[in-house]
């Protein structure tokens, strides 16, 4: 009916509104009922003698091509007597048998053949068609041929690999591979109703390259007014196959989505048993809000396929024939239709899955925002905090979920082998944080900055409690505090002589910025217990 209506067809639905009696076709012979509503209906037009009538079952140029008064689909077998099929006509190329499930031809010709109609409503129908075709007297009489090789009909049952899509700038066509044809009905006869969906979702202008999705816009379901209880059931399925970064982020995202909790059934397979603390960290904080949610841990050794089909009992993924092409960003689809008659669901092809993790590890050089903590995204937007000394800058760095040591220590020697400052964090320190900032906490400066050393020092009072005044090498110094005073230490800090000021309790997370050679003669101040732990990438500007 959608496609009627874009080429703008009158369609009259026969049998609209009435009881079904013509058997139970999926499983045996019936149908008549269908000739007899053809019967009825075609004596109205018995005597007009230009009118040409196509019958579709639930183009005319190529029909009057074809040079004879009725037309009927064919098919590959015999149904559903296949006794018959000795009788049927030689055919050197092309599909020989009959098929019902659509035919066209000039109204007094369709009228006159189905006014023959005797039978029950449950008899079959093509049956009936098959043994007048056979007739050769009839079919000489009523001028009748079969659509052998699809140019105006293609049946799909025992035919889908026949047919593919032709893409076109602005319309998309089915072609018939097995004879070079563009047939102008598809017909899904048998258990194709899914392919046929398939096929509905491009034909003719569903989904083009030029004008991307036809119909994404038609019927739109407006939730402005909808209360909550009605509001369609969304679900979101997680599959944690390999270990992924920020999965903690990814998952705290969840539940902040503009829609509903109420509304939302949440289903995560996890399979990597470095992210069961992970998950059950956010299920414990968030159980309340997905009471419905199913969870399938690694202790399941439940294989991806059959986690996707728990997920989807319906069919979690099937490639389209343009999946590669649809990729690119022309337009998407996630509409679902439904087949009044039969119990399948049918997804469009173009409905993506979103994903936020790859296989590279170089995150950090990849387009978005997964890799920011939400303190460092505060200091990009937020004005910047109060200077404690002197140039001396306080800012947040990392998020406290996301503090990590991040390869131990120095243990306390003054030596180190170097070689580890390695390319991510470059990134982040040289082009994607520090450097901004440093621009805009020191007007005038334009660097180009080389971070020579990272490294993470630790200070104990049985160890190396403090460190004495001395000036950086660096041209400028960052201090990211990794754990937390009167928590995991008492005392340290930092110095500056001669302003004669101290940073004593940096916050976890945060870093405080100061200028290294020449003015800021500083010194590490005791810790008197525990253990503090800190991360120093020291930055040299490089001048052009």
């Not at 069961?276 to 841990?297: M, N």
């Not at 728990?310 to 689809?333: N, W």
Request: hydrophobic share 35%.
């Amino acid at each position: 009916m959608k496609t009627a209506a874009h080429f703008n067809y009158t369609v009259k639905v026969l049998g609209l509104g009435e009881e079904w009696k013509g058997g139970d076709v999926a499983k045996t012979v019936g149908g008549g009922q269908k000739v007899r509503w053809l019967k009825k209906e075609l004596l109205r037009h018995k005597d007009d003698q230009n009118k040409v009538v196509l019958f579709v079952d639930s183009c005319c140029t190529s029909f009057h091509r074809v040079g004879h008064k009725v037309l009927f689909s064919a098919e590959g077998f015999c149904w559903p007597d296949q006794k018959l099929a000795s009788k049927y006509p030689t055919v050197h190329s092309g599909k020989r048998y009959l098929n019902s499930g659509g035919f066209m031809g000039f109204a007094p010709e369709m009228a006159a053949l189905v006014q023959q109609w005797k039978y029950k409503d449950n008899d079959d129908d093509q049956l009936f068609y098959t043994r007048i075709y056979l007739d050769k007297a009839q079919r000489t009489k009523y001028n009748m041929t079969l659509d052998h090789r699809s140019r105006i009909f293609q049946n799909l049952n025992g035919a889908v690999d026949e047919v593919v899509l032709k893409f076109e700038r602005a319309k998309v066509r089915a072609r018939n591979v097995a004879y070079d044809t563009l047939p102008v009905i598809i017909h899904g006869n048998g258990p194709t109703k899914l392919q046929l969906n398939y096929l509905g979702n491009y034909v003719p202008a569903s989904w083009t390259y030029e004008g991307g999705c036809g119909g994404c816009d038609d019927d739109l379901l407006l939730l402005d007014d909808v209360s909550v209880s009605d509001l369609p059931l969304v679900y979101v399925a997680v599959f944690i196959l390999k270990p992924t970064p920020f999965i903690e982020e990814f998952l705290d995202r969840l539940t902040s989505m503009n829609y509903p909790a109420s509304r939302i059934r949440l289903f995560i397979h996890n399979n990597v048993v470095y992210h069961e603390r992970h998950v059950d960290s956010f299920w414990q904080k968030h159980k309340a809000l997905f009471p419905e949610a199913v969870l399938i841990g690694p202790e399941e050794n439940l294989p991806e396929a059959q986690a996707r089909t728990m997920a989807v009992p319906e069919g979690f993924y099937s490639r389209s024939e343009d999946y590669s092409r649809s990729c690119r960003p022309r337009g998407r689809k996630s509409t679902t239709h439904y087949s009044p008659t039969k119990p399948y669901t049918l997804y469009h092809p173009h409905t993506l899955p979103l994903h936020t993790n790859t296989d590279s590890p170089n995150h950090l050089f990849r387009p978005g925002l997964d890799w920011f903590s939400p303190g460092l995204v505060l200091v990009l937007t937020a004005p910047l905090s109060p200077q404690p000394c002197q140039d001396v800058y306080w800012f947040p760095a990392f998020s406290e979920e996301n503090v990590r040591r991040p390869g131990g220590d120095d243990g306390g020697i003054n030596a180190s082998a170097g070689g580890y400052e390695n390319k991510e964090w470059l990134k982040f320190l040289k082009r994607l944080y520090l450097t901004p900032v440093t621009e805009e906490l020191y007007p005038g400066y334009y660097p180009k900055a080389q971070a020579v050393m990272n490294f993470v020092v630790r200070y104990r009072p049985d160890e190396q409690p403090s460190l004495r005044p001395h000036h950086d090498s660096s041209t400028f110094t960052v201090n990211i505090a990794l754990n937390s005073k009167n928590i995991d230490y008492e005392g340290g800090g930092c110095r500056f002589l001669r302003y004669s000021c101290s940073v004593e309790a940096p916050r976890k997370g945060w870093s405080f910025m100061h200028p290294g050679r020449l003015t800021h003669y500083h010194e590490g101040l005791p810790t008197t217990s525990g253990t503090v732990t800190s991360w120093f990438p020291s930055m040299t500007l490089l001048l052009s």
